[in-house]
């Protein structure tokens, strides 16, 4: 990280913001060691977040206070945080237009199946998310293991888009 340099701004998107956008946004802000704050937005948000969610990020011992159901609208309009970085987390929110964000952030795009789509048995469900919460951390992992401060946009772009494409650390590593 460049001294003296504020903390990345990182915004995940889906369209609910209720599930793998939250889980992505508590890993980061527990993983970034202080170079990255994350955020959640959804396209259409649901309002609350999945007690699924919570329940899974009570068990890995992360903070959950704070996290809300919000609209991306609140990162669009003025005095929003200069995002640096905008990932979509699900494949709906992918294909929607965006708003324009304040800071032209580099995006990508981060597919990961919805768990809270998942329906049967607790213990189903229970699976669903963390599958979701595993890939995510995977990605999560690889992403603050950049070097961002050596990296030109070109291949900085190459490599966020690579991350996004692949569940094997070994993969976007290389």
């Known amino acids: 990280m460049i001294p003296n340099r504020k903390p990345y701004d990182v915004l995940f998107l889906c369209t609910g913001n209720s599930a793998r956008s939250i889980l992505a ?4 802000n527990a993983m970034g060691g202080g170079r990255f704050r ?3 937005a959804g396209s259409h948000p649901k309002g609350a977040v999945n007690p699924h969610a919570l329940k899974l990020l009570a068990r890995s011992r992360l903070p959950t206070e704070g996290l ?4 991306w609208d609140e990162f669009a309009a003025p005095g929003a945080p200069s995002l640096d970085f905008v990932f ?4 709906s929110a992918a294909g929607e237009v ?6 032209q952030p580099m995006s990508a795009h981060w597919g990961i199946a919805d768990p809270a789509a998942v329906t ?3 213990a189903a469900i ?4 963390f599958a979701a919460y595993e890939q995510l951390q995977r990605r999560i992992s690889l992403f603050t293991s950049l070097r961002l401060d050596q990296l030109d946009r070109v291949a900085l772009k190459q490599r966020i888009d690579e991350i996004g494409r692949t569940s ?3 993969a976007a590593s290389s």
């Open 98 to 103: 965006c708003p324009i964000w304040p800071g």
């Open 120 to 122: 049967g048995s607790e």
């Open 88 to 91: 979509t987390v699900c494949d």
């Open 38 to 40: 994350a955020h959640s």
């Open 25 to 28: 946004e508590a890993l980061l």
């Open 68 to 71: 809300r159901s919000k609209s």
């Open 168 to 170: 094997d650390a070994a």
């Open 126 to 129: 229970d699976r669903a998310f």
